[in-house]
């Protein structure tokens, strides 16, 4: 589901990043929340059999065993064409639970500029 703000809504466009983007029209002010996305949250065993595949590098991580084994998590919609900066603009939230993961605005996002999140740790293993 995305949620729209101030006027303005995100859609999916071609990048000069990578591929394809998250692209916002409209002014998204800093703490706005973009967007509220259902996961399917996968077990251990599912996520080790995704990491032979392209499909990898459009999860959302959810948590980790003791042992090291990460969960993680397929985003629907238009979050999962969000592309990577360590200066990223907007911030992402994933609640296992609720099997969501909320994007919000860090900075004020202005009209035709691309959404970008951190990676995070996982920013070398996605990219």
Known sequence: MLVRH?????E????????????VS???APGAVIGVY?????????????KATRLYHYVFYVDERADGAARCA???????MC??????????EVDAVAQTVTLTALTDIVSDAE???DY???AEEAL
Do not use: K, M, Y
Request: charged share 15%; hydrophobic share 40%.
């Open 115 to 117: 959404i970008l999140i």
């Open 83 to 92: 592309n990577h900066s360590p200066d990223a603009n907007a911030g992402f």
């Open 6 to 10: 101030e006027g303005g809504r995100a």
């Open 26 to 28: 409209g002014h998204i």
């Open 74 to 80: 397929v985003a629907f919609g238009e979050i999962s």
């Open 12 to 23: 999916v466009r071609t990048s000069p990043l990578h591929g394809r983007g998250l692209f």
């Open 120 to 122: 995070q740790d996982f």
């Open 38 to 50: 259902p996961l399917l949250v996968l077990s251990h065993e599912d996520t080790a059999h995704l």
